[in-house]
């Protein structure tokens, strides 16, 4: 159980960081940076790093019912279309708030629909697992209102400055937070896909005598190119539409793909860490492993926040609202890590 906490939050340390870089790049609009980050992260990773650890993989996919993967797929287009959305919503709202609201609609939806698949625990610890979650919740509410509070504080600095429109703002605001929201619930199809195509891609990785961690590898191929359809056609409609693909002419080009890359890999990388801790953490591994992971993405992501100075403008006030909220989901993990011990 402590390797899969142990991945589970490695995996989120790279979550929280993976949007980091966008805020380095230069001369490219959203469009240029979250499109080429989608075909990098959903297409060219995830072939390339398959097909270099797996040579066989038709005949691991082979052993797979067909509906279930035509299932995988289904899910997998819902989360491809919750990670571009969330994408906007960072663009929308910054990294520490687009976090919290994503991941906390993700963490309620995503930690608990696992377990309608793999069935559920005794009831001590089902309800240790759930009050673990809600105290999760609980501090990822602290942070939104932390969120929202540092909006208000930054918004009266920026009324001091003239031609400033602070109804667009706050439309910007309200737009951003529906977008987190909405991009959340469908980004769960992540963890439901994982659920159901595991257990049989892992019976057919080990019928093959294939390494333990394979699996992980192998249940993020269908998922990660059929979330990436998604995203592709949405962002080339996009670039279309609003001629962006010039902005990729730029001087830049080479430091803005090192940097996307990045990106591309970290959040590659974590998707199937995650699904290896879940493995690793057993029967419950998908429910628990998925509130730790994200949980730790977004105390990640909120203190990258602090150190690029988004909370720079802050009151005293959204800071002790941060910090209660930081320490309210670490309390959370460690009663969902209970659970989880309780139910093996």
């Avoid at 056609?233 to 996009?238: A, N």
């Amino acid at each position: 159980m402590l390797i899969g906490i142990f991945w589970a939050l490695t995996a989120g340390c790279m979550l929280g960081l993976y949007a980091l870089p966008v805020k380095y790049t230069k001369d490219f609009r959203f469009e240029n940076t979250w499109g080429l980050f989608f075909v990098l992260m959903m297409f060219v990773i995830p072939i390339v790093v398959t097909f270099a650890l797996i040579g066989d993989l038709g005949k691991v996919f082979a052993q797979v019912d067909n509906w279930r993967l035509l299932a995988m797929v289904a899910l997998s287009f819902l989360w491809g279309g919750g990670m571009m959305l969330w994408g906007k919503a960072i663009n929308y709202i910054g990294v520490s708030l687009g976090f919290s609201l994503f991941i906390g609609t993700a963490i309620l939806i995503g930690s608990l629909l696992p377990l309608i698949v793999d069935g559920l625990p005794k009831p001590l610890p089902f309800m240790t697992i759930v009050a673990g979650i809600l105290v999760v919740l609980c501090g990822i509410l602290f942070n939104c209102k932390a969120g929202l509070t540092r909006e208000k504080d930054e918004e009266r600095e920026k009324r001091k400055s003239p031609g400033h429109d602070g109804n667009r703002n706050g439309k910007a605001m309200l737009a951003g937070i529906a977008i987190a929201v909405i991009g959340g619930i469908l980004a769960t199809g992540f963890s439901l896909a994982n659920a159901l195509g595991r257990p049989q891609i892992q019976d057919a990785c080990r019928k093959l005598a294939k390494p333990e961690w394979m699996p992980s590898v192998a249940v993020m191929f269908p998922i990660f190119l059929s979330g990436g359809v998604v995203a592709t056609c949405y962002f080339t409609w996009q670039l279309t539409q609003k001629r962006a693909w010039g902005a990729f002419r730029t001087q830049y080009f080479g430091r803005n793909l090192l940097l996307i890359v990045a990106m591309a890999f970290c959040q590659y990388a974590a998707s199937a860490l995650f699904a290896y801790a879940a493995f690793k953490l057993g029967n419950f591994g998908n429910t628990v492993g998925y509130a730790i992971y994200n949980s730790t993405s977004v105390l990640v992501a909120v203190i990258s926040g602090i150190v690029t100075n988004e909370w720079v403008h802050a009151s005293p006030k959204a800071r002790r609202q941060l910090y209660a909220g930081l320490s309210s989901m670490i309390l959370g993990v460690l009663i969902i890590t209970l659970g989880n011990a309780l139910a093996s």
